[in-house]
Every structure is written in C-alpha cells, then in structure tokens.
Nanobody
Framework: QVQLVESGGGLVQAGGSLRLSCAAS????????MGWYRQAPGKQRELVAT???????NYGDSVKGRFTISRDNAENTVYLQMNSLYLEDTAVYYC????????????WGEGTLVTVSS
C-alpha cells in the first residue's frame, strides 16, 4: 500500500513564503508523477503543480512564476516552494502520486492547510 504524508502547512502573511513537503512510502514504481492540488472553500480542487520522475514539470496558471515544485527521487519526496503568497492561495493542499506508467494508480494525501492572512 502507498501512503503520502504532507507537512509544512500553516499560517503565513500575504507576500510571504512557505514550503510544503510530501513523503511517499510503500511500493513506488520508478515511473511516476508526484504533485500538488489544492481546494479552497466552496471551490473545486485545482492543479497546483506536478513533476515526473524525469523532472518534467507542469504548473497551474495561477501559481506560475511564484511556486516551484521539486523532488528527491531517492527519498520519494516532493516539495512545493510557495513564494509571494496571495490571500487566494488559502486552501487545503493535497499531495498526489500517479504510480507507474500507462494506466497509473492514483493516490492522495490527507491534505495540509495553508492560510494566507492580510
């Protein structure tokens, strides 16, 4: 079984920075995509960023230029560096793993709350 454990959420002032981490454990295939989605109150879950095992990255439009995703393949850990935070970045951030190539099985973490205050 695969487990994803997020950490690093919290309260930060607008304009500040925060770094999220997510460690995956269990049977992790060499070909995989890890990433982050977020869900704000009353809104649909949206893409933040994803990164493949070959470091191909993809960002949601609302975070481009402010957030940076990275990963440590040896530790099966993905990071999200969030800079220049806006009030509207307030959300629960979920770590995700698409495990394997082709028809990959998807896993989700329990989420970590990021609150940006004015």
């Amino acid at each position: 079984q695969v487990q994803l454990v997020e950490s690093g959420g919290g309260l930060v002032q607008a304009g500040g920075s925060l770094r999220l981490s997510c460690a995956a454990s269990g049977t992790i295939f060499a070909i995989n995509v890890m990433g982050w989605y977020r869900q704000a109150p009353g809104k649909q879950r949206e893409l933040v960023a994803t990164i493949s095992n070959t470091n191909d990255v993809n960002y949601g439009d609302s975070v481009k230029g402010r957030f940076t995703i990275s990963r440590d393949n040896a530790e099966n850990t993905v990071y999200l560096q969030m800079n220049s935070l806006y009030l509207e970045d307030t959300a629960v951030y979920y770590c995700t793993l698409a495990n394997g190539g082709g028809i990959a099985r998807h896993y989700w973490g329990e989420g970590t709350l990021v609150t940006v205050s004015s």
